[in-house]
Nanobody
């Protein structure tokens, strides 16, 4: 199983980015998928999670600004990030959990700075 994240970069405060996570295995086989982030000197924390029943949860700090979605046909998980703030700067990781275990993608760096 491979999770390939992309879409990170440098953006100014108030800007937007969309992260993508391509999954080699059928996306329907996972009970949960989501995005985590790890800021410098801090622990990795959940940002947004989506279940195979499309139940969604967001961290309080991103509620109303970030949107998680998935395209089963394309086998891709997305994170649309709007109104980005400097405190959103972190390495973002995609995550999948199912009967066969838990999987992490490589991180993609998001830097929010003027």
């Amino acid at each position: 199983v491979q999770l390939q994240a992309s879409g990170g970069g440098l953006v100014q405060p108030g800007g937007s980015l969309r992260l993508s996570c391509a999954v080699t295995k059928s996306i329907d086989s996972y009970n949960f998928m989501g995005w985590y982030r790890q800021a410098p000197g801090k622990q990795r924390q959940p940002v947004a999670l989506i279940s195979n029943m499309n139940s969604i949860n967001y961290a309080d700090s991103v509620e109303g600004r970030f949107t998680i979605s998935r395209d089963n046909a394309k086998g891709t998980l997305y994170l649309q990030m709007d109104n980005l703030k400097p405190e959103d700067t972190a390495v973002y990781y995609c995550y999948a959990w199912g009967p066969s275990g838990a999987y992490w993608g490589q991180g993609t760096l998001v830097t929010v700075s003027s």
